[in-house]
């Protein structure tokens, strides 16, 4: 790496790093470095009348006061803090006190990591520590940390931009108390989720994820290519389709907890690819289906919450079961005063229009009353509610209802006035799949370019019998939110989409060359902020000069300063 890509920080720990090799020690060992204890455990279990607890423990410096002989530091591993003392003559009881007065003192950096063996006990403080007997390096950080300080509960000097956070999440997690503990949420919600599906005797399946036809959702898909098949395929949308020709097969039950990728829009809800739990069992139906998922989610916020309760935008959500069931179209005659019921695609649009609804000619009666839906309804109910019952028109996959002609025995679960879970009785009529099938293909000729493709292997999979099912999706991101007290899912992902870096454009080296500068400084300019040649333009030789041959001495480039008149002419045939 060049080295003036680097801070003067970078520059001085990369020099630590060199001397430390001079002096014998790797900064990066490759053995085994053998730990028998965590701080959390170091601090639960002290006893005070116990013999001192002989500890190897490693992990980050994470702060530090050194006074002459004797020192404390703070030290984070995997499960959280603690202070160590460090003794001059204890981590060097011979005549060498290098590991000490050079190593500790002057090589070592916030954020290297160390391996510690020594005792514990309680400081004067009345803090349970670490009294040091050996010290080791384990490896070098030639980044500094943004270390945050904390007094009283407050933080100081915070890695709070959130740019920085979702690009940066190993320093986030490094650095900022609580993030960690969010993603250990995550992953008790989906520990929590495996043992209640497993323990219902259904079975964990891997379906593709690329795909001849993204089907199974209404989504715009993903398009790869294939170079030795020489096809496109598609990054799956849902899965559906993969999960129900199992059934088709003969599973009881059967379930994927994986990632699905959407190429659509990006908020503080939705991310393009999302990880999605998707189950279905044969002869049940969307009934039996709401009473089991009022179960698995209170016993999930019981497993991260220790309640059934969560708190989010300054709402107290309860998981408690069971929850309201309401009908669509009721909810939005309840919502908006109009009712829906057995109305036809024209008469709809027209409600739109009174309700001053931005709509276009490629919606049909279901993307229609979906916009209604999500625009007057979705975001008014808070706490667990099923909206159940949807036209047919919006469920190309669901059965048609056992008793509402029109209607579809499908639910989705709202919670905090989002969609949490989607769920049917399953469509296992091949005949009738096939025209819902149609219908979508009439869809998507309209324009709707998130309407379905029609998938003739899984008809041909229908045709040969799919017993009565009840299936349902579970969107894990939106369920951390919600039980981590989370309003962005960026928060709850470790590493979300973002937007390309702004990269600070810069000119060739040539154009520079051009003007007479030597090829050597062009970077050092660069380095000084003139990263373009017009940026130069209206500079005070005198500046520029002084600017460069800093840079120059600064970072020991042993390059011969031009003179002020060499540099005054540079910027002379600029301005010519």
């Known amino acids: 790496m060049n080295v003036l890509e680097l801070s003067e920080q970078e520059i001085i720990r990369r020099n630590s790093m060199n001397e430390l090799r001079a002096m014998g020690i790797e900064p990066y060992p490759a053995a085994e470095y053998v730990t028998n204890a965590f701080s959390t455990d170091i601090k639960t279990e002290f006893k005070d009348d116990a013999e001192p607890r002989q500890v190897s423990v490693a992990g980050r410096i994470m702060s530090r006061r050194i006074m002459g ?30 590991m000490y ?9 916030l954020g290297d990591f160390i391996g510690i063996e020594g005792f514990v006990f309680r400081t004067q403080m009345g803090e349970i520590s670490i009294h040091a007997k050996k010290l080791t390096v384990l490896a070098k950080s030639i980044r500094p940390l943004p270390i945050v300080k904390y007094k009283d509960g407050v933080a100081y000097d915070s890695f709070e931009d959130p740019e920085l956070r979702y690009r940066q999440r190993y320093v986030d997690l490094i650095v900022n108390d609580g993030v960690k503990e969010k993603f250990l949420k995550r992953a008790a919600v989906i520990k929590t989720m495996r043992a209640v599906l497993d323990e219902a005797g259904y079975t964990e399946v891997e379906t593709p994820i690329l795909q001849s036809i993204p089907g199974g959702a209404s989504a715009r898909p993903f398009i790869t290519h294939h170079n ?80 059934t309760e969560t708190e989010i935008d300054g709402k107290t959500i309860s998981f408690k079961a069971p929850y309201r069931r309401l009908p669509i179209l009721e909810a939005i005659k309840e919502k908006t005063g109009h009712d829906l019921e057995g109305k036809s695609e024209d008469e709809i649009r027209q409600v739109c229009k009174e309700l001053n609804m931005e709509i276009d000619d490629t919606m049909g009666k279901g993307k229609l009353i979906d916009e209604i839906f999500g625009e007057f309804c979705e975001g008014t109910f808070i706490q667990p509610t099923f909206i159940t019952d ?23 679960l709202m919670v905090n006035g989002k969609e949490l879970a989607n769920a049917y009785s399953e469509l296992n009529d091949p005949i009738d799949q096939e025209e819902r099938f149609k219908d979508q293909l009439r869809l998507s000729e309209k324009g709707d370019d998130e309407a379905m493709f029609i998938d003739q292997d899984f008809l041909k999979a229908l045709q040969y019998g799919m017993p009565p099912t009840s299936g349902i999706g579970i969107g894990i991101d939106r369920l951390t939110m919600l039980m981590t007290g989370e309003s962005f899912i960026q928060e709850v992902l470790f590493f979300p ?67 002020v008149n060499e540099v005054a002419d540079w910027v002379g045939r600029i301005k010519n």
Not at 69 to 97: H, M, W
Not at 252 to 266: L, P, T, W
Request: charged residues 30%; hydrophobic residues 35%.
């Open 497 to 563: 989409q973002m937007r390309p870096e702004k990269v600070t454009p810069k000119d060739a080296p040539a154009r520079y060359t051009e003007l007479g500068i030597p090829e050597d400084w062009v970077a050092v300019i660069q380095k000084a902020g003139y990263n373009q040649v017009s940026d130069m333009k209206d500079v005070n030789p005198q500046k520029l000069h002084m600017d460069i041959c800093g840079i120059n001495k600064k970072y020991k480039l042993e390059l011969t300063n031009p003179t």
């Open 228 to 307: 030795s098949l020489d096809m496109d395929l598609y990054l799956r949308i849902a899965t559906e389709l993969y999960l129900k020709r199992l059934i088709v097969g003969g599973f009881e039950g059967v379930y994927e907890i994986g990632k699905n990728f959407r190429n659509e829009g990006m908020d503080k809800n939705h991310n393009p690819e999302f990880t999605c739990m998707e189950l279905y069992v044969q002869y049940k139906d969307y009934n039996w289906m709401m009473s089991f998922t009022e179960k698995l989610l209170e016993r999930i916020c019981i497993a991260v919450n220790g309640c």
């Open 101 to 109: 007065n050079t190593v500790f003192k002057r090589l070592l950096d």
């Open 69 to 98: 002989k004797a020192s404390f530091i703070e030290l984070q591993d995997s499960k959280g803090r603690i202070q160590v003392y460090i003794t001059r003559d204890d981590i060097c009881p011979d005549e060498n006190k290098e």
């Open 390 to 412: 949807y036209p047919v028109e919006m469920s190309p996959l669901t059965k048609m209802h056992r008793s509402k002609p029109g209607l579809t025995e499908r639910f989705e």
